[in-house]
Nanobody
Framework: VQLVETGGGLVEPGGSMTLSCVAS????????IGWFRQAPGQEREGIAY?????????RYADSVKGRFTASMVNAKNTAYLIMNNLKPDDTGLYYC????????????????WGPGKQVTVSA
C-alpha cells in the first residue's frame, strides 16, 4: 500500500487548511484511514480516523473535535482532513495511515504510513 499526502504549510491562527491522502496498491476495498500528528518532542497522536464501509462516520480526538473533519471519496481512493480554526498548538507533522482494522486509532494498529506533511500555525 502506498499513501501520498498533499497539503500542509503555514497558516495563521484561526485559519483553515486541508490535507489529502491518496491510497493505492491495497488488496481489499474496505479499509480505514487514520490521521496522526506529531509535534516536536511529543509522541505521535491519533486525531481522527474514518472508514469507507460501515457508515459509522469519522471519529475524532477531543483536541480536534468540532474543528477538524475527516472524509473520504471512495471513487478517488482519497481521504481528506479539513482543519478549521487552527491554533498554534496544532503545529506539527501530520500523517495519514492505512489499516484494514482499527479499534482505538493508535499507531500500532496501522501498517502503512504516508511520509507526513508539516503544518505550522503561526502569525
Amino acid at each position: 500500500v502506498q499513501l501520498v499526502e498533499t497539503g500542509g504549510g503555514l497558516v495563521e491562527p484561526g485559519g483553515s487548511m486541508t490535507l489529502s491522502c491518496v491510497a493505492s496498491g491495497f488488496t481489499y476495498s474496505e479499509y480505514f484511514i487514520g490521521w496522526f500528528r506529531q509535534a516536536p518532542g511529543q509522541e505521535r497522536e491519533g486525531i481522527a480516523y474514518i472508514t469507507n464501509f460501515d457508515g459509522r462516520g469519522a471519529r475524532y480526538a477531543d483536541s480536534v473535535k468540532g474543528r477538524f473533519t475527516a472524509s473520504m471519496v471512495n471513487a478517488k481512493n482519497t481521504a481528506y482532513l479539513i482543519m478549521n480554526n487552527l491554533k498554534p498548538d496544532d503545529t506539527g507533522l501530520y500523517y495519514c495511515a492505512f489499516s484494514y482494522e482499527v479499534t482505538l486509532n493508535v499507531a500500532d494498529e496501522y501498517d502503512y504510513w504516508g511520509p507526513g506533511k508539516q503544518v505550522t500555525v503561526s502569525a
